[in-house]
């Protein structure tokens, strides 16, 4: 496999998480994301460690760095909120 292909790969795979786990975010916490966003927050995907990574969480990571588990998803256990 060549790096374009992975990389194609990879963002495709991180798109598709992502819109899971947006919409299993709970709806509550979607102004406070908004705004956070709009005050230059980020929102990242976060894969547990190699070799075997059974989770991914999508984080909130504020302009001064403090870091929110927005949701996730485990292999063995499905949406955490």
Do not use: Y
């Amino acid at each position: 496999m060549n790096m374009e292909t992975a990389f194609r790969d990879l963002h495709r795979a991180a798109l598709a998480m992502g819109t899971v786990l947006m919409a299993d975010a709970p709806a509550e916490k979607l102004p406070a994301i908004e705004a956070a966003l709009n005050g230059g927050a980020r929102l990242i995907l976060e894969i547990g460690a190699l070799p075997d990574p059974d989770r991914v969480l999508l984080v909130l990571v504020e302009k001064e760095g403090r870091r929110h588990t927005v949701v996730g998803i485990t292999a063995a256990h499905g949406v955490l909120q």
